[in-house]
């Protein structure tokens, strides 16, 4: 099977790394503290919380938090990041598309995460991520030309 859109082997030099690692934390940090606050304000919330594509107002609620919270939480780390994003993305679509009727005055912050997520699901979780050695294992445990295996080949070859 090939997992390389999964977990992409070309991360650019360590300075872009470097920079969609800042990205992911900072980002994965604002958003997690809008889930915070809306597990913490759970009860008001639930009363209020518009109801979106025919889910009922706390179901959507649960699905907004576990989306900021534990979402935000796997793409910070670079976890099955491209799997993460894909709830994160879907949100603030959602939440600028139906909440804010797509108008950038009053939805401003879901259009700026919404455009952080879409660059950022496209380059990647770079070399500072789980993914990125996950990705180097799952790729190279069978194949033949894996260093891994080529060392070992090495070390057989040597001996006789």
């Known amino acids: 099977m090939n997992y390389s859109i999964l977990f992409p082997r070309y991360a650019g030099t360590q300075s872009t790394s470097l920079v969609i690692?800042?990205?992911?934390?900072?980002f994965g940090i604002l958003f997690m503290l809008h889930g915070i606050d809306?597990?913490?304000?759970?009860s008001t919330l639930s009363d209020t919380f518009p109801s979106i594509l025919g889910l009922s107002r706390q179901f959507a609620l649960i699905l907004t938090i576990f989306t900021e919270l534990v979402c935000s939480i796997a793409f910070m780390i670079g976890f099955l990041f491209r799997i993460a994003i894909i709830p994160m993305i879907i949100?603030?679509?959602?939440?600028f598309t139906a909440i804010h009727n797509s108008s950038i005055s009053q939805g401003e912050l879901a259009f700026i995460?919404?455009?952080i997520f879409i660059l950022l699901a496209i380059t990647?979780?770079?070399?500072?991520s789980i993914d990125y050695p996950l990705g180097s294992y799952i790729m190279y445990k069978d194949d033949t030309n894996s260093p891994m295996q080529n060392k070992e080949n090495y070390k057989q070859n040597t001996k006789e």
């Open 21 to 26: 690692l800042y990205l992911r934390l900072i």
């Open 91 to 95: 949100s603030m679509t959602v939440a």
């Open 38 to 42: 809306k597990l913490e304000n759970f």
């Open 124 to 128: 990647g979780p770079g070399r500072y």
């Open 113 to 115: 995460y919404l455009s």
